[in-house]
């Protein structure tokens, strides 16, 4: 049984019986533990993870008591592991991108084959890791929401963060005029990004700049969306990923209002397209190692986060192997 095992395992994978390091939710913390490495099922795939990244929705669900016990984290960049039953379009040795299943923050993770994409071309693994959960999110609200489209103009609040650096981008990329809502100190960076204009809320309330405007996202907080419907035209999107807007407002406003619903890792392929056109850039702001997750989630907690905040994860077998990709 266990040959049969190893055998179908092949060269550089691990065996079921082995434990790997994982960032694990215990109350609202999260700490590496060894525990069972998981198992590809049906159409799924198992990932040695070279990089998971931290998102805000990691440590809320741990706030709120839904993830205890569980293996923290949702997105990765890794090199496929282990094929499972039934997977044909990928094989091992595959650098990809992914919204894992079993949690991110581990050195394997599995995740469905409608769940992951290749790798950004010229991305480092840790660049690539920061993609998936943010990338997703913007791309929903500017393309599949809000259908952003050449000389509109498009207001993103918190554009410095994640997702906000991915929607300004992507609504550059599909000729819209940007501003975004931003600290002094994250102005020039914006307009890498393509920001052509960006209002420090330290200072400016955004309402005596703007008007007119025809999509705002808000990545911020609930206020923020409110005020956010005195600047949107008549018939403009106010997309938000904080909650969801109140009805009467909305209505009150004349504008339509929109979440963008869950992260599947259904649209990666339209962001590694994007990214290998060299029209997609990912700011990493911090790499920890796994051992430091807690860290990262102070960090990430303490809500001023440019671009992506990484975890470089090593080890497990076939790594030297990997890691010279
Ligand atoms: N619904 C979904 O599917 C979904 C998916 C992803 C994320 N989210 C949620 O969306 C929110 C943003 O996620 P994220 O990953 O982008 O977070 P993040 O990277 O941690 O965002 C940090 C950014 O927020 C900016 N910021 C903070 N206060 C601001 C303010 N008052 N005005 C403008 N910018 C401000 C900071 O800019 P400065 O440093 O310049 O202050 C910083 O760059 C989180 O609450 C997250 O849980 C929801």
């Known amino acids: ?41 049906a159409d799924e795939v198992r990932i040695r993870v070279r990089a998971a990244s931290v998102n805000p929705v990691d440590w809320k ?9 569980h293996i923290a984290g949702r997105d990765l960049a890794g090199v496929i592991d282990q094929l499972g039953p ?11 991108i992914a919204v894992a299943s079993s949690g991110s923050y581990a ?38 929401v809000a259908n952003v489209q050449r000389g509109q103009r498009v207001l993103v609040q918190g554009g ?23 600290s002094a100190s994250n102005a020039a960076f914006l307009r890498t990004l393509g920001a052509s204009e960006v209002i420090d809320y330290h200072s400016e309330r955004f309402e005596e700049r703007l008007h007119d405007v025809d999509v705002v996202l808000n990545t911020v907080d609930p206020d923020i969306g ?15 990923v904080v909650g969801t807007p109140p009805a009467d407002a909305c209505t009150a406003a004349h504008i339509r209002c929109a979440i963008t619903g869950s992260v599947t890792g259904q649209m990666l392929p339209f962001l590694v397209e994007l990214a290998n056109a060299g029209k997609l850039h990912m700011s990493v702001e911090r790499v920890l190692p796994l051992s430091a997750a807690q860290q990262a989630w102070e960090l990430s907690r303490a809500g001023h986060t440019r671009g992506k905040i990484i975890l470089q994860i090593g080890g497990g077998r076939g790594a030297a192997r990997d890691n010279a990709g």
């Open 61 to 69: 669900l741990a706030a709120r008591g839904s993830a205890e016990g």
């Open 226 to 240: 409110l005020r956010s419907m005195k600047v949107i035209r008549p018939g403009g999107i106010l997309v938000s």
């Open 107 to 144: 050195q394997y993770a599995v995740a469905s084959v409608h769940a992951i994409a290749a790798k950004p071309a010229r991305w480092s693994f840790n660049e690539a890791a920061g993609l998936p959960v943010v990338g997703e999110t913007a791309w929903r609200a500017m393309v599949t």
């Open 160 to 182: 410095a963060g994640g997702v906000g650096s991915m929607a300004v981008q992507i609504a550059h990329d599909r000729g819209a005029e940007v501003s975004a809502t931003a």
């Open 1 to 41: 049984m266990l040959a049969a095992l190893c055998g179908a395992l092949g060269a550089g994978a691990a065996s079921a019986a082995e434990l790997m390091q994982a960032g694990v939710v215990s109350g609202t913390s999260v700490q590496v533990k060894s525990v069972a490495i998981p198992e590809p099922g």
């Open 86 to 96: 039934g997977v044909s379009a990928w094989k091992v040795g595959d650098p990809v």
